[in-house]
T-cell receptor, first 113, second 115 residues
């Protein structure tokens, strides 16, 4: 059973516009949510996170929104840049004592110049 | 400073052979994680180390998979009698602290292909 789902395998946006990547989860005990970015042949790199007690966290062009009642989070990138083209993984922390992460399947973002 | 390193970067093996994958975490990071990513899938948790002990091995797919960590540093993931379904990218990550808020830093991964 997939506890973290990214239902859109791919997304294409124009440079300068907003990119919105979505993620749904089923486990109400998740206490931390993270977004990772992955380029081909590289490991994922941490992008931004949010605690379950908050509903928004912003870092420069990146903002993560959390809707606990809907068990939904989203990553907004504005303005989008061609260098943002990568695979984006949503992840959730199941157990604060271990930091073990549960990942979604990923969304491939293409930002066109 | 050096990031997480993994070796080999690529490994091709024949079905039934044993393989060892190595991970060198960031110096000082006490937490170490192994994940794998099969084609078109997300990352799947395998095992977590705190120091040299493994409090959570719940993600290991079968008893053919084992891992150890020595000196609170280097970790080795061993797959015995490899099967074609073991083909995947095996990723190692380390973290300064074991909590959801502790950022995990990933290595580049080992791409394993079992023929």
């Amino acid at each position: 059973d997939q506890q973290v789902k990214q239902n859109s395998p791919s997304l294409s946006v124009q440079e300068g516009r907003i990119s919105i990547l979505n993620c749904d989860y089923t486990n109400s005990m998740f206490d931390y949510f993270l977004w990772y970015k992955k380029y081909p042949a590289e490991g994922p790199t941490f992008l931004i996170s949010i605690s379950s007690i908050k509903d928004k966290n912003e870092d420069g062009r990146f903002t993560v929104f959390l809707n606990k009642s809907a068990k939904h989070l989203s990553l907004h990138i504005v303005p989008s840049q061609p260098g943002d083209s990568a695979v984006y993984f949503c992840a959730a922390s199941e157990n604060s004592n271990t930091g073990k992460l549960i990942f979604g399947q990923g969304t491939t973002l293409q930002v066109k110049p | 400073g050096a990031g997480v390193s993994q070796s080999p970067s690529n490994k091709v093996t024949e079905k039934g052979k044993d393989v060892e994958l190595r991970c060198d975490p960031i110096s000082g990071h006490t937490a170490l994680y192994w994940y794998r990513q099969s084609l078109g899938q997300g990352l799947e948790f395998l095992i977590y180390f705190q120091g040299n002990s493994a409090p959570d091995k719940s993600g290991l797919p079968s008893d053919r998979f084992s891992a150890e960590r020595t000196g609170g540093s280097v970790s080795t993931l061993t797959i015995q009698r490899t099967q074609q379904e073991d083909s995947a990218v095996y990723l190692c990550a380390s973290s300064l602290r074991t909590s959801g808020s502790g950022t995990q830093y990933f290595g580049p991964g080992t791409r394993l292909l079992v023929l």
